[in-house]
Antibody
């Protein structure tokens, strides 16, 4: 059974960097059959995919255009986890942040496992 | 980006009722459509993929249908534990996008 455990601060000051980590158990961050993603949820934006990382011979990272200039996702194979960094945050970045695994079956893919969520508030 | 629009935004139904939620995509997505259930304060739970395939462990009272731009999620006999918000999500093109959600309340 795959489990994702999130950690990181719930309060970030404006213009600072939001950092979250997602620890994986029951699967590998280097899996050839999964990707590892960050998704956030807010009343104004709903559920919004932010970034994903996956390994097939080499590492690939994908980012949402809306945050591409200030976001980074990084896998850590030594700890079997991946992290999110979002720079220059504003109150609009206030949201519940989730990590999620993208799995596939029969050529169709979906977010099948999710972390518990972290409410991140951007405020001074 | 592909826009996903759900209707209704909320509904209230009695235990045993048949409930249907619809989801419309802004362009054809074949059957690249997934459904999730979310309860307050929890992460979304994956229910259905490829428009109509039930994830393992999901009760058979849940079913999905549709292709192209129009999809539906049906609960054949609503149970008390089915309350929550339901989201559709397209996996046809990046970025994957979600509907705005349909809140299901038990009368």
């Amino acid at each position: 059974q795959v489990q994702l455990q999130q950690s990181g601060p719930g309060l970030v000051r404006p213009s600072q960097t939001l950092s979250l980590t997602c620890a994986i158990s029951g699967d590998s961050v280097s899996s050839n059959s999964a990707s590892w993603n960050w998704i956030r949820q807010s009343p104004s934006r709903g559920l919004e995919w932010l970034a994903g990382t996956y390994y097939t011979s080499r590492w690939y990272n994908d980012y949402a255009v809306s945050v591409k200039s200030r976001i980074s996702i990084n896998p850590d194979t030594s700890k079997n986890q991946f992290s999110l960094q979002l720079n220059s945050v504003t109150p609009e970045d206030t949201a519940v942040y989730y990590c999620a695994r993208r799995g596939c079956s029969g050529g169709r893919c979906f977010y099948d496992y999710w972390g518990q969520g972290t409410l991140v508030t951007v405020s001074s | 980006d592909i826009q996903m629009t759900q209707s209704p935004s909320s509904l209230s139904a009695s235990v045993g009722d048949r409930v249907t939620i619809t989801c419309r995509a802004s362009q054809s997505i074949s059957t690249y459509l997934n459904w999730y259930q979310q309860k307050s304060g929890k992460a979304p739970k994956f229910l259905i993929y490829a428009a109509s395939s039930l994830q393992s462990g999901v009760p058979s009272r849940f079913s999905g249908s549709g292709s192209g731009t129009d999809f539906s999620l049906t609960i054949s006999s609503l149970q008390p534990e089915d309350f929550g918000t339901y989201y559709c999500q397209q996996s046809y093109s990046i970025p994957w996008t979600f509907g705005q959600g349909t809140k299901v309340e038990i009368k």
